[in-house]
T-cell receptor, first 113, second 112 residues
Framework: NAGVTQTPKFQVLKTGQSMTLQCAQD?????MSWYRQDPGMGLRLIHY???????DQGEVPNGYNVSRSTTEDFPLRLLSAAPSQTSVYFC????????????FGPGTRLTVL | KQEVTQIPAALSVPEGENLVLNCSFT??????LQWFRQDPGKGLTSLLL?????REQTSGRLNASLDKSSGRSTLYIAASQPGDSATYLC???????????FGTGTSLTVIP
C-alpha cells in the first residue's frame, strides 16, 4: 500500500494562476479531506468528501474547488491563486469518516508570489 | 465554534524523562479526540484515538487520557527518547460535526 500520496511536494505560483493539487489513496477509504496548515493556526479543514460524487465545505473553503469522481482521487483546485493561499496543504483519508483513524499524505508546500 | 489549545507550544527535556503534553477544548460535546505526531516536513501520523466514552488509551510508552467534562486531554510519554522529538497535535471531532478541530501543537525536543 502506498497509503495517501500527494503531488507535487513543492509549488511556486504567481498571483492569479490556477493549479490543481493531487491526492490519491489506495486504501479504499470513502472519507477524504483537505487541510491547510499555517504557522500559529493549526490545521484547518478546506473541503471534505464522504464518497465519490459527494463533497462539502469545511472551515475555509473560499478560493478552492474540489470534485470526487472516484474513490481513490480527491484533487484540490486553486482557481486564482492569492498570496494568502501560501501554506502547506495536507490530504487525509479515513475508512470511517472523521470519527476514525486518519491517514495523512506528506503534504504540498505552496508559495504564491 | 470549537477551540483547541495546546500548552506549552514548545518543550525541551533530557532523554529518559517522563513528560505530559496538554490539550484543552472549549466544547465538551465531542465524539472523539485524537493525538497525532508530525515530523518536520512530513505529514501527520495518528498515535492514539480516544472515544468520548473512554477515559484513556495506551500504546507502548504513550498514554492518553480524556476528561470530557473539564475539556481536557493529556498525552503522557514515558521514558522519553531522542526519536520522540516531533510536534504533537491533538484534534477533536464534535458530536454534530463532520470535521476535526486541531490544536496548534507542542514541539517536543528530547536531548540525548
Amino acid at each position: 500500500n502506498a497509503g495517501v500520496t500527494q503531488t507535487p511536494k513543492f509549488q511556486v505560483l504567481k498571483t492569479g494562476q490556477s493549479m490543481t493539487l493531487q491526492c490519491a489513496q489506495d486504501m479504499n477509504h470513502e472519507y477524504m479531506s483537505w487541510y491547510r496548515q499555517d504557522p500559529g493556526m493549526g490545521l484547518r479543514l478546506i473541503h471534505y468528501s464522504v464518497g465519490a460524487g459527494i463533497t462539502d465545505q469545511g472551515e475555509v473553503p473560499n478560493g478552492y474547488n474540489v470534485s470526487r469522481s472516484t474513490t481513490e482521487d480527491f484533487p484540490l483546485r486553486l482557481l486564482s491563486a492569492a498570496p494568502s493561499q501560501t501554506s502547506v496543504y495536507f490530504c487525509a483519508s479515513s475508512y470511517s469518516g472523521p470519527t476514525g483513524e486518519q491517514f495523512f499524505g506528506p503534504g504540498t508546500r505552496l508559495t504564491v508570489l | 465554534k470549537q477551540e483547541v489549545t495546546q500548552i506549552p507550544a514548545a518543550l525541551s527535556v533530557p532523554e529518559g524523562e517522563n513528560l505530559v503534553l496538554n490539550c484543552s477544548f472549549t466544547d465538551s460535546a465531542i465524539y472523539n479526540l485524537q493525538w497525532f505526531r508530525q515530523d518536520p516536513g512530513k505529514g501527520l501520523t495518528s498515535l492514539l484515538l480516544i472515544q468520548s466514552s473512554q477515559r484513556e488509551q495506551t500504546s507502548g510508552r504513550l498514554n492518553a487520557s480524556l476528561d470530557k467534562s473539564s475539556g481536557r486531554s493529556t498525552l503522557y510519554i514515558a521514558a522519553s527518547q531522542p526519536g520522540d522529538s516531533a510536534t504533537y497535535l491533538c484534534a477533536v471531532v464534535v458530536d454534530t460535526g463532520n470535521q476535526f478541530y486541531f490544536g496548534t501543537g507542542t514541539s517536543l525536543t528530547v536531548i540525548p
